[in-house]
């Protein structure tokens, strides 16, 4: 399959502080992407950027042939809608309950009425095992079912892209599983390219067709690949401990 | 202390050191400058600690400042350490990652100094004005795409929002307008009362009430209530990254979040004015009635100095002062840091920022009026 993402040269930096510099790697359509890497190198500052909330200071980002970096805010925009996006704390809407914040998405880009609207926040609810929440506020649900909720409103469009900021943060370790598998199921299902940032090894080897390891030191893409090929065959020590749980040498076979 | 807790024996290349017994915060300290204040012909340092049985980071801090001079006065050190202290000696000199000075950029705080130098200090007041004239820009733009129906702002929040702003606070208003009438009227009474002219104690607090403390204790009630409540939402909405999700809904947050709150203290203030005067007038018949003017005199005076001009200046104040409050409260709130912090900081800004602008304003409307003659 052809590439779906294509991110050429893109450094990071806040001010004149650089987080990540010269990443270059692509996603093909229908991987789950995993971006992954030690705390604080920069994974989620990468998704930012790759979302537009922030600017790089230097590179471009393609979605399907189509320069995202340099397009107009309306072309944006549209591109946007075809991305589902879920952040680390679920981000829903406080002020909104569960409906009107699936309902977002609909309102701004469909002409459904509000009954097709129900019915099909109904089915999406459902697909997340939250039918039958729809008038409660996201402070009256448990972190993991906002963060269910909030892939729940990641999906109301059907999105090709969906991106992830470390969803089993904070999670047990059965929620986690099952948000995984919801993930996964959910993406092959709609034929969706997933990217993700994570540095849970578990969610790693479950679902992640590809990966990259961004590392702290070198502030730089030290490599990519699928993760369980990364975790014997990695050329570099610190890439193959991560993946190792931080006993590479003996995993590796020394 | 042990009498051997410390026993150095030395000769003309070689010292020994020899420690022994407790070495630590409340017991013995191992000074290295002491030690070896005058090196002589010495070439070799010889630590011998095996025999230590209590110690603490301060022996650790010790060895490792030992080290630093022993390295800079080209001794060369044996080091005999017990297990613990190596272990971490070992630790404290492996730094992984990067230390933050090679990193690029670095730590660029202002200094005190730095920032009261004029040139440094225009420079921030030109930038403020460049992002306030851009937040507004982007708030009229957004208000215009309402009007002309692409915008999405939402009814309901807007309706929401006037109802936090205005009857929510009703009872603080009540309290201090009432009281601000009383201490204009009292302020009055007693310079009046000189010349038998108390009646016009009524004139003062109309006049005072519409055109100055009405509006502007009006607005600066809802710089602390109302503008300092925005600026905690939207900071909080920053850091759970609600923002962030509004825009990649390809909602602009200016018209999602900012504008029914901006809308919503500006519908609601003129009216809290309007509400504030009445109380302020009848505290100043309070303070007349104290001075034998009875309350149909009172009234009648009042009537005599309540030109609409006064109202009109009043309540345009109170439409200016509450798009400013709302603007510097919101504008504080959506530039919050991402963390807790952020967020008092934004809160503390949003207040600081809006007395500023209230006082600014105000004094240009007066100066204004006065140039018109109003």
Known sequence: MGA??????LTLAYGERVIQRDLTFTVAAGDVFVIMGGSGCGKSTLLRNMLG????????VQYDGHSYTSASPARQRQMRMNWGVTFQQGALISAMTLAENLSLPLELYTSMSAGERADLISLKLSLVG??????????????????????ARAIMLDPEFLFF???????????????????????????ATVVMVTHELDSIFAIATQSIYLDNESRTLLDQGPPLHLKTHSEHAVVREFLNRGVAEAAAGG | MRDDALQITRDDRQMLVVLRGSWSR?????????????????STLKIDASEVDDWDSTLVQAAIALRARANAQDLELLE?????????????????GARPEDQQGGNSRATLWSRLDPRVASRAVGSEVANLAEFVGALVLSGLGLVTGSGRGRFRDFLYFCYQTGPNALPIISLTSFLVGLILGYLGAVQLKQFGAEIYVADLVTVGVLREMGPLMTAIILAGRTGAAYAAQLGTMRVNEEVDAIEI??????EFLVLPRVAAIIVMTPLLTLFANVLGILG????????????LQYWSEVQVALYPSHLVVGLVKAVLFGALVGIAGCRAGLNSGRNSEGVGKATTEAVVVAMVYLIIADALVNITCQLLDI
């Open chain 1, 130 to 151: 939250l039918e039958g929440y729809q008038n409660y506020f996201p402070s009256e649900i448990s972190g993991g079912m906002r963060k269910r909720a909030a892939l």
């Open chain 2, 284 to 295: 100043g018949g309070l303070v007349s009635s104290g001075l034998g003017v009875t309350p």
């Open chain 1, 53 to 60: 909330l922030e600017h790089p200071a230097r590179g471009e």
């Open chain 2, 26 to 42: 409340e017991t013995s300290h191992l000074d290295p400058a002491t030690l070896l204040a005058d090196i002589g012909s010495l």
């Open chain 2, 80 to 96: 005999d350490w017990p297990p613990g202290v190596s272990k971490l000696l070992v630790l404290a000199d492996a730094v992984p």
């Open chain 1, 165 to 191: 900021d470390e969803p089993s943060a904070g999670l047990d370790p059965i929620s986690s599983r099952r948000l995984d598998d919801l993930i996964a199921t959910l993406a092959e299902s709609m034929g």
């Open chain 1, 4 to 9: 779906a993402i294509e991110v050429t040269d």
């Open chain 2, 249 to 254: 809904l390809g909602v602009s947050p200016m």
